[in-house]
C-alpha cells in the first residue's frame, strides 16, 4: 500500500537567520526561494549599501546542518551537491567579468557554510511576469522591438564568454526603473538539472524549454539556440498572453496559430521572427544572437517562414477595413446623390418638360 504513494518533496530548507555574517555581509531578509536556493537581500557596512546573494542549497540534495553550515542529504547526494557547488562558484566567478546594462551585475562567488553563495546588485522592479499580470495588455512592436534588441545585447555577452543561460521566461527577467529588462537567474541550477536529467520545474520550464533541455535532449545539443527558443517563448507571452505549447508536444512543421489580435497589431515579419525561433528542431531555428538580429532588419529570415503578399494583401485589408467600408459608403452616398442630382436636372431639359 505505502509503495504506491509518490515520493515525499524534502522540506524546504532552513534560510539563514537575519543578523547572519555572509563574507563581508550582514543577512537582513530572505528575498527568493526557488527548488535551488535561497536569494538574501544583504547590507554591506563597508560600502554602507544593499545588495542579493545567492546560496546554492538545493533542496533535494542539501540540508542546513545547524544554523549556517550546509550538508548534502547522504552519501548518495554528495557528488551531485559538489558537483552543482562547483558549476556554481565557477560560473559566478566568470559572470563577474561580464558587463552590459540588460544582465544583472555580478561581483563573484566563493564557498563558506559547506556551501557557496553568489553576490550581486539588488535590483529594483517587477518580473515580466508579474508586470504583464499586473496591467495586461499586448506591447506594441516597437516596445518588444526595443526590449528583445536589449535582451540580445545580453545574451550576446554570455554567449561569447561561453555560457548559456538556459532559465529565460517571464520571471527570469526584471524590468529596472528605468524601463530596460534585466536578465536575472544566472548560476548554474536548472542547467544542472537538465544535465542529470531532470525535467518538470526543477529541471527544463514548460513552455519555455526546448526539446533539448528535456532528459537527454534527444540527442541534441544545447547552445545559443536554446536560449533563442526560451527569449521565443516569452516574446509569444508578450504578444498571446500565454507561453507556447511545450515543446516535446509541437510538430517540428506545424505553424504557430496567431490570434486575430497579434496579427493586427504586429507585423507578419515581425510574428515570423517569433515563429523561427519557436522551431521545435534546433538545426531549424536561428543559431546564434546575430541572425536574430539580421531578421529584425529584415534580412535572413527563411524562406518558408516569409510572408507571402497575398498573407500581406490579406492582413492590410483587415487593418484598414473600417476606412474601406467608410470610403465605400461615401462613395455609394456620392454616387446616390449625383443621381439623384441628375435625374432632377434631366426633368428641366427642354425635350423633358411636358407638353403645355
Known amino acids: 500500500m505505502h509503495a504506491d504513494r509518490p515520493p515525499r518533496r524534502p522540506q524546504p530548507p532552513v534560510p539563514l ?6 563574507g563581508a555581509f550582514d543577512v537582513r531578509a530572505l528575498i527568493g526561494r526557488g527548488t535551488y536556493g535561497l536569494v538574501y537581500r544583504v ?16 533542496a533535494m540534495l542539501a540540508v542546513r546542518d545547524g544554523e549556517h553550515a550546509v550538508a548534502p542529504r547522504s552519501p548518495d547526494d554528495a557528488e551531485a551537491f559538489a558537483l552543482g557547488l562547483r558549476l556554481f562558484v565557477d560560473e559566478g566567478k566568470l559572470l563577474s567579468q561580464l558587463r ?12 563558506e557554510n559547506g556551501t557557496a553563495y553568489m553576490a550581486m546588485n539588488l535590483v529594483a522592479g517587477r518580473n515580466l511576469h508579474d508586470t504583464l499580470l499586473a496591467r495586461w495588455k ?15 545585447g545580453a545574451l550576446d555577452v554570455l554567449h561569447r564568454a561561453g555560457l548559456q543561460h538556459r532559465d529565460i521566461a517571464p520571471q527570469s527577467i526584471v524590468i529596472g526603473p528605468t524601463g530596460r529588462p534585466l536578465l536575472m537567474d544566472l548560476g548554474a541550477p536548472r542547467r ?34 536554446t536560449d533563442l527558443y526560451a527569449l521565443g517563448a516569452t516574446l509569444h507571452y508578450m504578444i498571446t498572453g500565454k507561453p507556447p505549447a511545450p515543446s516535446l508536444e509541437r510538430e517540428a512543421a506545424a505553424a504557430l496559430a496567431w490570434g486575430p489580435a497579434a496579427v493586427l497589431r504586429h507585423s507578419l515579419d515581425f510574428l ?16 546564434s544572437v546575430a ?29 484598414h477595413r473600417r476606412w474601406i467600408w467608410l470610403g465605400a459608403g461615401l462613395t455609394l452616398l456620392a454616387a446616390t446623390a449625383a443621381g439623384g442630382h441628375l435625374l432632377m436636372t434631366s426633368e428641366l431639359l427642354p425635350w423633358n418638360r411636358p407638353p403645355a
Open 272 to 287: 515570423a521572427l517569433v515563429e523561427w525561433m519557436l522551431s521545435p528542431r534546433p538545426q531549424d531555428r536561428p543559431q
Open 100 to 111: 552590459h546594462p540588460s544582465l544583472v551585475h555580478v561581483y563573484g562567488a566563493w564557498e
Open 43 to 58: 547590507w554591506d557596512p563597508e560600502t554602507e549599501a544593499e545588495y542579493a546573494i545567492k546560496e546554492y542549497l538545493p
Open 291 to 319: 541572425a536574430v538580429r539580421e531578421a529584425l532588419a529584415g534580412q535572413g529570415l527563411p524562406e518558408r517562414l516569409q510572408p507571402r503578399l497575398g498573407a500581406r494583401l490579406a492582413v492590410q485589408l483587415r487593418r
Open 192 to 225: 544542472l538539472a537538465a544535465a542529470r536529467g531532470v525535467t518538470g520545474p526543477a529541471g527544463a520550464r514548460d513552455g519555455y524549454a526546448a526539446v533539448e533541455m528535456y532528459g537527454s535532449g534527444g540527442g541534441h545539443a544545447r547552445g545559443p539556440w
Open 17 to 22: 537567520p537575519v543578523g547572519a555574517r555572509l
Open 138 to 152: 499586448s506591447p506594441r512592436e516597437a516596445t518588444l522591438r526595443a526590449m528583445l534588441d536589449s535582451l540580445l
